[in-house]
């Protein structure tokens, strides 16, 4: 593109109506020597100011494709920078992604720790309790085989007392009636003897 642009230059610059008679006035002076020396000052001065404004030309005309070839390469990188970029935020994004779902699956896991821990904490619990019921329930079973073996102790001891009271009063009814019959034989032998003595005297 830049000598291209170097040749449209060059070829405006000798199109030029400033070197075309330049050249023109240096043929004339080839041919007429007689011009003035202010005739030559102004081809010196157009001549210098064309020198002078030559590689400005030569710049303006290169500056539009340098301009678009810079702009090219600077959309070009722009474009491979964003898609970097646009790479390096998916990456990130993923990373991130993954980082989430890794502190989700962790904190699912500890959560799962922790109903696991809880779940075995009240089964500890619920089986200490059963064992404490259990205990209670035997040291109940145990406290009423003390009081029924109490009571039938007592049952025991009340038919006991009750068959002593039973053979005492059996003994004081038959005491008794050895009494009665003591003194029916007494009362007997004495009326006897009355009538045997009643009977002896009277005879």
Same mark, same amino acid.
């Given at each position: 593109m830049l000598p291209s642009t170097l040749s449209a230059g060059c070829l405006s610059t000798l199109h030029s109506p400033s070197f075309t008679r330049k050249n023109n006035d240096r043929s004339s002076g080839e041919s007429d020597r007689d011009h003035t020396s202010d005739h030559h000052s102004e081809d010196l001065l157009s001549g210098t100011k064309l020198l002078i404004g030559l590689p400005r030309m030569v710049l303006s005309s290169a500056r539009i494709p340098l301009t678009l070839y810079s702009f090219n390469t600077v959309g070009?990188?722009?474009d491979g920078g964003s898609e970097e970029e646009e790479e390096e935020e998916?990456?990130?994004?993923?990373?991130?992604?993954?980082?989430?779902?890794? $502190?989700?699956?962790? $904190?699912?896991?500890?959560?799962?720790?922790?109903?696991?821990?809880?779940?075995?904490?009240?089964?500890?619990?619920?089986?200490?309790?059963? $064992?404490?019921?259990?205990?209670?329930?035997?040291?109940?079973?145990?406290d009423e085989e003390k009081e029924e073996e109490e009571e039938e102790e007592e049952e025991e001891e009340e038919d006991e007392e009750k068959e002593e009271e039973e053979e005492e009063e059996e003994e004081e009814e038959e005491e008794a009636r050895l009494l009665l019959l003591l003194l029916l034989v007494i009362t007997i032998s004495t009326f006897v003897i009355i009538i045997l003595v009643v009977l002896s005297t009277s005879q």
């Open positions: 070009e990188g722009h998916e990456g990130e994004e993923e990373e991130k992604q993954e980082e989430e779902e890794e $502190e989700k699956e962790e $904190e699912e896991e500890e959560d799962e720790e922790e109903e696991e821990e809880e779940e075995e904490e009240e089964e500890e619990e619920e089986g200490e309790e059963k $064992e404490k019921e259990e205990e209670e329930e035997e040291e109940e079973e145990e």
